[in-house]
């Protein structure tokens, strides 16, 4: 077998863990894309494994378009990105690592501009989704466009977690805004972990958790160490290099995390959520959405005012759940 990038196995980071990529631990997650049209079948996969891995869902010169937009952003803010290099390359400075790159989720002045908004609510994800749910659809007015910056990563979570008032069919979609290698910071999913049996317990504790109600303190993760959830609970972890255009789908109890961003490219991605319209949505996230004033996530890591009364922690409830 010839010596490619495809078959020859990278070391890659997951949380703080050190994981051979493609290997049993962290495999390579298959995409949709021969089954496309069978709406049948791509909802069977999503109850199945928990996602829908789509390459080029999106025009890759409207993501492209997109990154630049951002890119320019960040830009305009100073002392952000590696003045050696051109914008459009998205080399971040020295150091720039958590709390440098600006916070742009909710609705923000880079959200809902035309270039940004035209890739994560065009015209592609709307007519996929109403095909998917067979009615129409909606999409929330918040928006989670993010630059991740150098060694950041997103821990082990479900995004029920965040989002549990509304629709129960309530769908993700992560929409990596230019090319992201898994070395640069993409999703990876457990594979298995919305409904096999070995889950029901997380799924009926951690999983039912409305995290802002609990008064949680910190992101929401259940873990940051990825083998955590695989050697209690089974599953398996799947990941892949994205490139613009493609996307991941998944449902609100399918545990994902992102790999860490050991480059020196910021990476830019946006999470939108999908839901049929004639469901109630979390009012969280419609309407003015910059109100809300829970931040989970890494945002928790950033936020040091005291404002919000929590009540909790994450390692106070696995004790109780006895997870
Ligand atoms: O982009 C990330 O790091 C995390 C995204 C995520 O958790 C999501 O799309 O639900
Ligand atoms: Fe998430």
């Given amino acids: 077998m010839a010596y490619t990038r495809e078959n020859c196995q990278r070391i890659v980071k997951v949380g703080y863990r050190d994981v051979a990529f493609p290997s049993t631990q962290l495999q390579s997650m298959e995409d949709c894309n021969d089954y496309l049209h069978d709406m049948s079948a791509l909802r069977k996969d999503m109850n199945d494994k928990g996602y829908l891995l789509i390459r080029g869902l999106h025009d890759r010169d409207d993501v492209l378009t997109a990154r630049q937009a951002v890119l320019n952003y960040i830009h305009s803010l100073g002392d952000k990105l590696d003045k050696n290099h051109s914008v459009d390359e998205g080399v971040l400075r020295e150091g720039c690592g958590l709390g440098c790159l600006p916070v742009m989720e909710g609705h923000t ?22 095909q998917y749910f067979d009615e129409d659809v909606t999409t929330f007015d918040y928006k989670w466009l993010r630059a991740m910056h150098q060694s950041g990563f997103t821990g082990a979570h479900v995004d029920n977690v965040y989002m549990c008032r509304g629709s129960k069919d309530l769908l993700t979609m992560w929409t990596p805004i230019g090319d ?26 951690y999983g039912e958790m409305d995290a802002e109600l609990v008064g949680l303190k910190g992101t929401g993760w259940f873990t940051e160490d990825p083998f955590e959830i695989t050697e209690k609970f089974g599953g398996q972890w799947k990941t892949t290099d994205f490139k613009a255009g493609d996307v991941l789908i998944f449902n609100m109890r399918t545990v994902h995390m992102s790999t860490t961003n050991t480059t020196q490219f910021a990476r830019i991605s946006c999470d939108t ?51």
Wanted: hydrophobic content about 35%.
């Fill in 109 to 130: 002045e880079i959200s809902h501009t035309m270039p940004v908004l035209n890739v994560i609510a065009g015209e592609r994800p709307f007519k996929f989704f109403s």
């Fill in 180 to 205: 992201i290698t898994v070395e640069m910071g993409v999703l990876a999913v457990c594979e298995g972990s919305n409904n096999l049996p070995s889950f029901q317990r997380f799924q009926s504790t």
């Fill in 273 to 323: 959520r999908w839901q049929p319209s004639s469901q109630p949505a979390d009012p969280r996230f419609s309407g003015n959405v910059e109100t809300s004033k829970a931040k989970f996530g890494l945002l928790s890591k950033m936020d040091c005012s005291d404002n919000i009364q929590t009540f909790t922690t994450i390692e106070k409830l696995k004790e109780e759940w006895g997870l």
